[in-house]
């Protein structure tokens, strides 16, 4: 499919050809240049490390056509330092900070007519990948590595956008352990959370929250996005936990809640404290902003504002991300970077 056939306003979140990708490989100890690629086949060793032993980790990040015309990423930097650390713990060789940000420059400079015209609500989503490549059959880690970027338009994650959801506790399964790697954004986690989801969503609720698999007692994270919510008394309150993702988008959200004049906590938060709670949002780079307007947990069903109407608050944060993002307002934190 071109993107003169795409109906840019009911997209999808999902996988879409574009014109190009790129790669760089770590080899002999260091890393080569980047390169074009047009095949989205790629040859790899039956043995590679990633397919055996789970060395692969990924990123999330967004272009976005603004109102102006240009196109612009969204906080890269950090999707770029979060690989890092992922990969430090995971004892694969990360690519260099610069490294990313070119791979993921270039792969929006050269999709750009990829890049979703403004005032569609769509963008462009940019999923930065590194693997372990080297055949090994002994449990360590790769000696070569691979390290691509590849972009495709997408819609909303969730099909109604920014519209309010039900959640279900998910306490069969758990997502991840203390001191496990339930903070980095390895393949695994999602590998793992993929049958509690999917039982979740075969009872009717589109995400699934996680409490922390040690006690079952303090909120974790959502399936695929970082929990927060907006007390009574107007604090915005989110998990501290070893074993969440710590997200870019809610690390933003909390500077732009500071700057409303809101109190930020980021806290332990027990399941019992629901009720303290007067919106709920799930935050991410693919959703940026999902309202939740009910908790389901056995028997106990906790609901937050009316079923079809976004909280005041998390509509306020969801518009001015999104304006920054699409040019709407200033960028007074700087988090743009043009893509030239």
């Given at each position: 499919?071109?993107?003169?056939?795409?109906?840019?306003?009911?997209?999808?979140?999902?996988?879409?050809?574009?014109?190009?990708?790129?790669?760089?490989?770590?080899?002999?100890?260091?890393?080569?240049?980047?390169?074009?690629?047009?095949?989205?086949?790629?040859?790899?060793?039956?043995?590679?490390?990633?397919?055996?032993?789970?060395?692969?980790?990924?990123?999330?990040?967004?272009?976005?056509?603004?109102?102006?015309?240009?196109?612009?990423?969204?906080?890269?930097?950090?999707?770029?330092q979060r690989m890092i650390s992922t990969a430090k713990r995971t004892m694969m060789e990360p690519p260099p900070l610069e490294l990313f940000i070119e791979a993921v420059k270039e792969t929006v400079?050269?999709?750009?007519?990829?890049?979703?015209?403004?005032?569609?609500?769509?963008?462009?989503?940019?999923?930065?990948?590194?693997?372990?490549?080297?055949?090994?059959?002994?449990?360590?880690?790769?000696?070569?590595?691979?390290?691509?970027?590849?972009?495709?338009?997408?819609?909303?994650?969730?099909?109604?956008?920014?519209?309010?959801?039900?959640?279900?506790?998910?306490?069969?399964?758990?997502?991840?352990?203390?001191?496990?790697?339930?903070?980095?954004?390895?393949?695994?986690?999602?590998?793992?959370?993929?049958?509690?989801?999917?039982?979740?969503?075969?009872?009717?609720?589109?995400?699934?929250?996680?409490?922390?698999?040690?006690?079952?007692?303090?909120?974790?994270?959502?399936?695929?996005?970082?929990?927060?919510?907006?007390?009574?008394?107007?604090?915005?309150?989110?998990?501290?936990?070893?074993?969440?993702?710590?997200?870019?988008?809610?690390?933003?959200?909390?500077?732009?809640?500071?700057?409303?004049?809101?109190?930020?906590?980021?806290?332990?938060?027990?399941?019992?404290?629901?009720?303290?709670?007067?919106?709920?949002?799930?935050?991410?780079?693919?959703?940026?902003?999902?309202?939740?307007?009910?908790?389901?947990?056995?028997?106990?069903?906790?609901?937050?504002?009316?079923?079809?109407?976004?909280?005041?608050?998390?509509?306020?944060?969801?518009?001015?991300?999104?304006?920054?993002?699409?040019?709407?307002?200033?960028?007074?934190?700087?988090?743009?970077?043009?893509?030239?």
């Amino acid at each position: 499919m071109s993107q003169q056939q795409l109906d840019w306003s009911n997209l999808g979140f999902e996988y879409m050809q574009t014109d190009c990708y790129l790669r760089a490989d770590f080899k002999d100890g260091q890393w080569g240049k980047l390169s074009v690629c047009t095949d989205p086949n790629f040859s790899i060793h039956v043995a590679a490390v990633c397919l055996h032993y789970g060395q692969a980790c990924f990123e999330g990040l967004k272009a976005f056509r603004r109102k102006d015309g240009s196109v612009a990423l969204f906080r890269p930097h950090e999707n770029a330092q979060r690989m890092i650390s992922t990969a430090k713990r995971t004892m694969m060789e990360p690519p260099p900070l610069e490294l990313f940000i070119e791979a993921v420059k270039e792969t929006v400079s050269r999709n750009i007519d990829w890049v979703p015209p403004y005032g569609t609500g769509a963008s462009l989503y940019v999923r930065p990948l590194l693997i372990g490549a080297s055949p090994r059959v002994g449990v360590g880690p790769s000696e070569d590595y691979m390290f691509f970027s590849l972009g495709m338009p997408v819609g909303p994650y969730y099909k109604n956008g920014f519209f309010p959801v039900k959640a279900y506790v998910q306490e069969s399964y758990d997502r991840a352990a203390p001191l496990g790697v339930g903070n980095v954004k390895v393949a695994g986690n999602y590998a793992a959370g993929l049958y509690g989801d999917y039982e979740g969503k075969h009872k009717g609720y589109p995400i699934c929250l996680y409490l922390d698999s040690a006690h079952h007692r303090y909120i974790d994270e959502f399936g695929t996005s970082n929990f927060f919510g907006i007390t009574k008394d107007n604090k915005y309150v989110t998990p501290e936990s070893s074993s969440i993702l710590p997200s870019i988008t809610n690390n933003s959200l909390r500077t732009i809640a500071e700057g409303m004049g809101l109190k930020v906590e980021r806290r332990k938060i027990d399941i019992e404290e629901l009720p303290d709670f007067k919106e709920v949002g799930a935050c991410g780079t693919a959703a940026v902003i999902t309202p939740v307007y009910s908790i389901t947990r056995g028997d106990k069903v906790y609901t937050f504002g009316k079923e079809n109407e976004s909280g005041e608050i998390l509509t306020k944060l969801f518009k001015e991300i999104q304006g920054i993002q699409y040019g709407e307002i200033e960028d007074k934190y700087d988090w743009m970077l043009p893509i030239n």
